[in-house]
């Protein structure tokens, strides 16, 4: 499970440390910074799967994902005695993403080339990467140290170079994770690399969840939903059959699905109270839909370690809320949950979860801060230095 999660100069979350539970709610109000914790998150995911460089450049790259405020927002600048302004930088430039988990922690640190002559002089840099046992980063629990492009890692009798040469644009995770010199960093890969993320799933009239498609075994829905049908099929086969048609029911009361398979080509059908036959999903409205796609999800034969949801509640009717509260709850038992959302009937429900964490983000001059927390609260987090 993982314990805290730490973002540093991503976007508004200048210095953002959340000390996590199995169950999760990240609220607040427009522009507060929700979604961008989700999408650090999705950042430290990628880094195992050796995306990072290309996924900040996908976002407009590191200038534009970089805090925009100055390094120190000072007393008299708060008290609107001086304007906000740029001070002469003391430390270097960076974007630091972080997670301690109960057995593993990992941090990176991305900055500015030092090659300025290179064509692809705004790519972003790994200048370290660190990998440590323990609640946060301390010098005696560090198992593999990369510095620029050397990485070492402990081994029995003290350290060992694992190489000299990294590449700037390759993680770590992605190049040295082998068995002998450093089973812990193979260890933290896979972990980050089953995170599972959803996010707005398409309902479109074109969306890929609407059509039929070849069936496979599927245990894990894909983000874009194509595969529904093989995912409700693999949950009546090898999940719970029965936790499937209590959602459908829990949420549409006298509904039930059927998956229909005419030459390997697989379709979800929805029985409804009161139709003569069964509508297919092309003909399904968005809300419903969506809500079928929560439920394949949610209810994967394969749970992930950690799940992470991105505002769910996203064209759903209020009232269809309390019970997408209870199917992630239920899948709370199974996989640590993150959710990300402003709609206070689903929270509400997620409250119910008896070790619900609530997450309250506010802007502050254009910084990110919790809500309610108490600094005693708060865990402890070491940044590596540069
Ligand atoms: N480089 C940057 N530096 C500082 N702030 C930034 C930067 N880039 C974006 N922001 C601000 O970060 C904020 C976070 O936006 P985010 O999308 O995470 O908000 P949200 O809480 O998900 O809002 P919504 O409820 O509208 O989806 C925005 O207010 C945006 O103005
Ligand atoms: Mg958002």
């Known amino acids: 499970m993982l314990t805290t999660l730490a973002i540093a100069n991503y976007r508004s979350l200048r210095n953002l440390i959340l000390p996590l539970g199995p169950m999760n709610v990240i609220t607040g109000p427009n522009g507060s910074g929700k979604s961008s914790v989700y999408r650090a998150l999705r950042l430290l995911a990628q880094t195992a799967q050796g995306r990072i460089i290309p996924a900040l450049a996908q976002e407009g790259g590191l200038q534009s994902t970089l805090w925009a405020g100055p390094e120190t927002i000072s007393r008299s600048m708060r008290q609107g005695i001086h304007a906000i302004q740029g001070t002469r930088r003391k430390e270097p430039v960076n974007l630091r993403l972080g997670f301690a988990s109960d057995t593993l922690g990992y941090l990176i640190d991305l900055g500015l080339p030092s090659n300025n002559r290179s064509a692809f002089s705004f790519d972003p840099e790994i200048k370290g990467e660190h990998i440590w046992a323990g609640p946060f980063l301390r010098r005696a629990a560090q198992l593999v140290v990369r510095e620029g492009a050397a990485v070492r890692a402990k081994g029995e009798s003290g350290w060992n170079v694992l190489t000299q040469h990294l590449a700037s ?8 994770a082998d068995p002998h010199n450093a089973p812990e960093m193979l260890q933290l890969r896979e972990k980050v690399r089953s995170w599972r993320f959803y996010d707005h799933f398409r309902t479109d009239a074109d969306a890929p969840a609407r059509l039929p498609q070849i069936g496979t075994h599927t245990p894990v829905l894909s983000d874009s939903g194509h595969d529904l049908a093989a995912a409700m099929q693999t949950i009546m086969e090898i999940g719970d059959a029965d936790a499937l048609s209590d959602a459908v029911a829990d949420a549409f009361p006298g509904a039930s699905i059927e998956v229909a398979c005419s030459e390997g080509r697989f379709e979800v059908l929805m ?8 509508l297919r999903a092309a003909e399904l409205s968005d809300g419903t839909l969506r809500y079928l796609l929560w439920i394949a999800a949610l209810l994967s034969p394969r749970p992930p370690e950690l799940l992470v949801l991105n505002e769910p509640e996203t064209s759903l009717h209020p009232d269809l809320l309390p019970a997408l509260g209870r199917l992630i709850t239920s899948a709370a038992a199974r996989s640590q949950v993150i959710v990300v959302s402003h709609a ?19 802007k502050e001059f254009g910084e990110t801060n919790l809500q309610d927390m108490n600094e005693l609260e708060m865990p402890s987090w070491h940044w590596a230095s540069r």
């Open 169 to 176: 644009f390759d993680s770590m995770l992605t190049q040295l």
């Open 344 to 362: 206070s009937r689903l929270i509400a429900a997620l409250s119910e979860h008896e070790e619900y964490r609530e997450f309250r983000l506010e």
């Open 271 to 278: 029985h409804q109270h009161g139709l003569l036959r069964p």
